[in-house]
């Protein structure tokens, strides 16, 4: 079976500081793409960051990247400079044949200012 | 280009009556997905549809229904709701090239159903 895990139900962090939130997936797939979603209060899910599981690279968009530890099926989202507006909630997503996605139970992030 | 927009925002319905939520996908795409998102958890995987033939479902019982039309906008039915049936229910629209996982999926709002 395939299931995603985020073990932080709650994270804070200082306005402008850097915080990792965590995320370990379980598949048999060798070939598999994982992805970070943001929801705000607004409600709407945002793409955060894509990863392709294929590639050694970290995927990084502007603030927010990834340590992608595909042995160990791990996949956290590095978010540096934090800003005011990056509280919400964070889901991890494992996509499996014909795009399912299956989400984590997500991280509460607070951004003190 | 139009992102995904769902209707409506919020509906309130009675224990054993039946709705219908819309979804107008993002332009250019040919796949739309339901989520249902209960308080405080992950959204959960309802069903799928490409060309408008369902394409996958997850552990939802068949009351729960869906459409999609020509025009790739798409529609959730649900028959004789419970009150486990309160949630948010998310739409998410993407653009499948070749059937397989990995193309990133653009959300709607989502519509809050709350059964009483």
């Known amino acids: 079976a395939q299931t995603v895990t985020q073990s932080q139900p709650e994270m804070s962090v200082q306005e402008a500081e850097t915080v990792t939130l965590s995320c370990t997936y379980d598949?048999?797939?060798?070939?598999?793409?994982l992805f970070w979603y943001k929801q705000p209060p607004s409600r709407q899910m945002i793409l955060v960051i894509r990863?392709?599981?294929?590639?050694?690279q970290n995927a990084t968009e502007n603030r927010f990247s990834v340590n992608f530890q595909k042995a160990a099926k791990s996949f956290s989202l590095k978010i540096s400079d934090s800003q005011l507006g990056d509280a919400a909630m964070y889901f991890c997503?494992?996509?499996?044949?014909?795009?399912?996605?299956?989400f984590g139970t997500g991280t509460s992030l607070t951004v003190i200012p | 280009e139009t992102g995904v927009t769902q209707s409506p925002t919020h509906l309130i319905k009675t224990r054993g009556q039946q709705v219908t939520l819309r979804c107008s996908s993002q332009s250019g795409h040919n796949t739309v997905s339901w989520y249902q998102q209960a308080l405080g958890q992950g959204p959960q995987f309802i069903f799928q549809y490409y060309r408008e033939e369902e394409n996958g479902r997850g552990n939802f019982p068949p009351r729960f229904s869906g459409l999609q039309f020509p025009n790739y906008s798409s529609e959730l039915n649900v028959n004789a709701l419970e009150l486990d049936d309160s949630a948010l229910y998310l739409c998410a629209s993407s653009l499948a090239r070749s059937g397989g996982a990995g193309e990133t999926q653009y959300f709607g709002p989502g519509t809050r159903l709350l059964v009483l």
């Open positions: 990863q392709e599981a294929y590639k050694q």
């Open positions: 997503a494992y996509p499996l044949y014909g795009n399912q996605f299956y």
């Open positions: 598949t048999s797939e060798s070939d598999y793409y």
